[in-house]
């Protein structure tokens, strides 16, 4: 009859084990624009269609390479094994055991004076424990360390796009600094070439020193420049390699990073009806929302009694010969309840504080959702007003090319004097560089764009089942 009991215990307890008690979880919602507009949707090597093998290879090598990168996986290896571990707490513990002891009674104990006992204790046998989830403590602990799992990828990713971003910004820098560079020193030579031509006249005394010695000031500024340039040149390459996780050998190793600027993209304008499944940031925020939901009912668990189910068996006997005996065997079984009386607000505290880190993520989440839009909206407009102010600088530099020829002509035929040749040609080489440097910030307002529309991660890379 007793044993009939017990087992109906056992069978009723995981009937009825099961409840969670995590709150129902509500994501706010959060205002957002209203649009159908899809050609924005990036794909996944969205880099590639700037057509640069360079920097299709760059990217490829950072990919690899990345320190960032490597720590954010290992990151994510870490999350799913303590999501492995807390699906394993949710199952049986089953032990084996052995013991040999050999002890003496005492002659001043349960009334045997001076009949003291040594004897052996030889012991063999399985120990089963087992916690019946029955208030979802540990179904719960799974749950938050799951969304913690999902969440650390898209930590990853998020890590992977700004990574994209960042080696993609550096190449274009690099490019620009090259053609400036370029610029310069083209412009160096033509103002020495200006400069010589002027000291010959000086000495046969055509032109006065004043005119001589503004040639030469001309190309020293030139030159200037273009050794400013170089600095930041080689500063870049050392940020660049750095990106590319390569060793610090690499920093001072001769190196041929030859990078030219792309043609920039034809982007529509508009914003995807899918940011927000493609912000890796805003799936983070949403599954750490959810993690911290399911904290809460494994905190208001403790509010309950813990039911556990142990049993042992094996056999027992004071001679080693006769312990695998039948006569030896002995067993246990039965259920064992822990119920918290009285903890001076422990539990209570522990609760209002996961409820609090609810309410943190929940404005979390809706401060992810509001930073990507308006990441988006500055990236649309940098890029649009990027695009209209380069066609302005490719006319002014057309423009002042038309004054260089003008003037010079002029000067040539005594008409005009050498500081509105001079002019003109401080006018074009400003120009120039304007040009370069306003392609290098079209372009870079484009991976950003690019990257802030989530640099084409995609929902269901992610392992979305259990």
Known sequence: MTRSITLLSFVTILFLGGCSLSPELNVPKVDVPQTTQEALHVNKEWWKQFNDTKLNALVDEALVGSD????SALKVIKARQAYGLSTDNEFPTLSANAGDTRQKTSNEAYNTKNKSATYSDFTLGLGLAYEVDFWGRLSNQSESNWSLYLA????RETVRNALIHDVISAYFNLASLQARMAILEKTAQSYKESYEFRAKQQKVGTISDVLANQALAQYNNVKASQNSLMESYKLQQSALTILLGKNPQALFEDKNSEASLPNALTIPAGVPSTLMENRPD??????NLKSKNALIGVEKAAYFPTISLTGSYGQQSDDLSNILKSSANRWSFGPSLSVP????????????ISETDLQSSLVNYEQS???AYKEVHDALAKENLAQSRLSFQKEELKAYQKVLDLSTKR???GVANQLEVLDAQKGVLSASLNVVATKQYLLTS????????GGGWKENELLTTK
Do not use: H, P, W, Y
């Open 446 to 453: 484009q991976a950003e764009l690019f990257k802030a529309l």
């Open 282 to 287: 805003i799936q983070e925020a949403l599954e």
């Open 68 to 71: 960032d990168l490597k720590l």
């Open 341 to 352: 009386i009285f903890d001076f607000g422990r539990i209570k505290q522990r609760v209002a």
């Open 411 to 413: 000067f040539n035929q």
């Open 152 to 155: 650390t990828q898209a930590s």
């Open 369 to 371: 959702v509001k930073k």
